[in-house]
């Protein structure tokens, strides 16, 4: 089974403060993503990588940044929190383009709140 | 860019009634997934569809993608309690890594 872990479930960050979330997949998928989920907005992508050191942006990159130095892991950066931040964080990691069913395997996802 | 609608945002419906959600892309698609998120949990994935017309089944879930590979539809027949939870379709562009998200049907089953 595809395992997808994420650092933490709850996170509480003032204003201001540096934020790191990770992701760490054992699939060996070459393909990583970041989402953030929002009532009634649904899951929007803020980056996706499709190998190490690559990186695209998605639907909402800004205020947001991402490291992907092996292949196993993914990491989002918020570099200078904001309320408008708080929100459920959700990596997903899949197979290639090429592999046929392109699904994402989720992670449980990062509750994070910024006061 | 590309837009996927869903709709509709929320359904009830008694257990035992039929459930339908709709999605609909701005673009023509490669494909497209069905993923479900149980409250409290993550999404998961269902199923892909590839093909102009492509019908699926799981059990009492049936999965379309339409002729032009700009719609798709899940139905699900005689809903039970264990299929709460939120529906959310996802479109991919041929040649795109990305798929976007609908934003999703939240399903009641009322016992």
């Known amino acids: 089974d595809v395992k997808v872990t994420q650092s933490s479930r709850y996170l509480v960050k003032r204003t201001g403060e540096k934020v790191f979330l990770e992701c760490v997949q054992d699939?060996?998928?070459?393909?990583m993503f970041w989402y953030r989920q929002d009532p009634g907005l649904g899951l929007r992508l803020i980056y996706f990588s499709y190998d190490v050191k690559m990186k695209e942006k998605g639907d909402i990159p800004e205020g947001y940044s991402v490291s992907r130095e092996k292949k196993e892991r993914f990491s989002l950066i918020l570099e200078s929190a904001s309320t408008n931040q708080t929100s459920m964080y959700l990596c997903?990691?899949?197979?290639?383009?090429?592999?046929?069913?392109?699904?994402?395997?989720f992670g449980p996802g990062t509750r994070l709140t910024v006061t | 860019g590309q837009q996927v609608m869903q709709i509709p945002q929320y359904q009830h419906v008694q257990e035992g009634e039929d459930f339908t959600t709709y999605c609909n892309s701005s673009?023509?698609?490669?494909?497209i997934q069905w993923y479900k998120q149980r409250p409290g949990g993550h999404p998961v994935f269902l199923i892909q569809?590839?093909?102009?017309?492509e019908v699926k089944k799981q059990k009492r879930l049936t999965f379309q993608f339409g002729e032009a590979k700009k719609n798709s539809s899940l139905h699900i027949t005689a809903t039970q309690t264990t299929d709460v939870g939120t529906y959310f379709c996802a479109g991919r562009r041929a040649g795109s890594y990305q798929l976007t998200f609908g934003k999703g049907t939240k399903l009641s089953v009322i016992p």
């Open positions: 997903a990691s899949s197979p290639p383009l090429e592999g046929g069913t392109y699904e994402q395997y």
């Open positions: 699939m060996d998928h070459e393909n």
């Open positions: 673009t023509t698609l490669s494909n």
């Open positions: 569809l590839v093909k102009s017309g």
